[in-house]
């Protein structure tokens, strides 16, 4: 009677240790190795990373028609100069000329990386295989790169939600002269804060700001296309214009359109001029259009230095009588 109880609890014993193996080879060590695991399309991967913390020696590539990357930490602060933590693409061969895709994500991510790295670059530059646009990143934070975001080549359509993207030297990046790239991008809930370079827009992308905030960057941003704006704009008194309107060759003019509802602070400023001029344009086919609420931005000689036009008020604060 004795001895049956026993092989039972043997066998359960080794059960249990073929079955640990299993799962830890089903759960790969690192995300690259996870990814490189993930099967071709049509298949779709979940590569999860169960709220764990993964240092980055490589860039990781991502195929926006299958991937879904969520629920972790990537510390990018060991990536060589020069090199994206993540790269998202479709480029290579193998890939179908269809939008019938899944909604595929990288969501519930911190990224950190060291200032002359970069964080995530959109870009397809197989013109057979243009991919970029398929994808949302969400609730994420991307933070201590070179640049946090890039979008180039073939990235349009998508879209940023619940997104920080903060202490950087260049918080979102649009390449020069992209292709077929640009086309009304949404940023919902999105903060660009504390960068040295809050936007650099040299690509006259179509961006739509809903719900955001760019606060505190040392220079806001460089706009090269239309923008509409509905948030919240914060800086303290800048020694030269904070926002800057250019024009690119073949595009819309760089524009800024803010919403009513939507407020401009310059603190520290006592609702008074902040500085000669708010805004600098070079080209007479820019606009700022100001609906919004403003403090301390009205300018001493004007809200735009250059040929460009304003429209609407933009006035000191509301005082009572």
């Known amino acids: 009677m004795t001895g049956r109880p026993l092989k039972v609890l043997v066998i359960s014993g080794i059960m249990t240790v073929v079955l640990s193996t299993c799962l830890a080879n089903a759960h790969p060590s690192d995300p690259a190795t996870m990814i490189a695991a993930c099967p071709a399309w049509p ?120 997104v920080q993207i903060h202490n950087n030297a260049t918080g979102i990046y649009t390449i020069p002269n992209p292709v077929d790239a640009g086309e009304r991008i949404a940023l919902v809930d999105v903060g660009v804060f504390n960068n040295t370079l809050g936007v650099d827009d040299e690509g006259g992308m179509e961006l739509d700001w809903l719900a955001s905030r760019l606060d505190y960057n040392a220079m806001t941003a460089f706009i090269s296309g239309p923008w509409t704006f509905d948030g919240h704009i914060e800086i303290s008194p800048p020694h030269a214009p904070p926002i800057r309107l250019h024009a690119l060759v073949g595009k819309p003019a760089g524009s800024l359109y803010m919403t009513t509802g939507s407020i401009i602070l310059v603190n520290q400023s006592d609702g008074k001029a902040s500085s000669d001029y708010w805004a600098q344009s070079d080209s007479p086919y820019s606009v700022i259009q100001f609906p919004a609420q403003t403090y301390g931005v009205r300018g001493k000689i004007g809200i735009m230095n250059g040929p460009a036009a304003v429209y609407g008020p933009a006035l000191p604060a509301f005082t009572p009588r």
């Open 43 to 162: 298949v779709h991967c979940r590569v999860d990373l169960k709220g764990q913390v993964y240092k980055l020696q490589n860039t990781l590539h991502l195929n926006p028609l299958t991937t879904t990357l969520t629920n972790g930490i990537l510390d990018a602060s060991g990536l060589p100069d020069g090199k994206p933590a993540i790269v998202i693409s479709s480029d290579g061969k193998g890939q179908p000329e269809s939008y019938d895709t899944a909604a595929n994500s990288i969501d519930h991510l911190v990224l950190t990386g060291q200032p002359k790295a970069d964080g995530i670059i959109l870009d397809n530059e197989d013109e057979d295989n243009i991919r970029a646009a398929a994808i949302m990143l969400e609730n994420i934070s991307i933070s201590n790169f070179r640049r946090g975001l890039t979008v180039g080549n073939h990235a349009y359509g998508f879209g940023l939600s619940h």
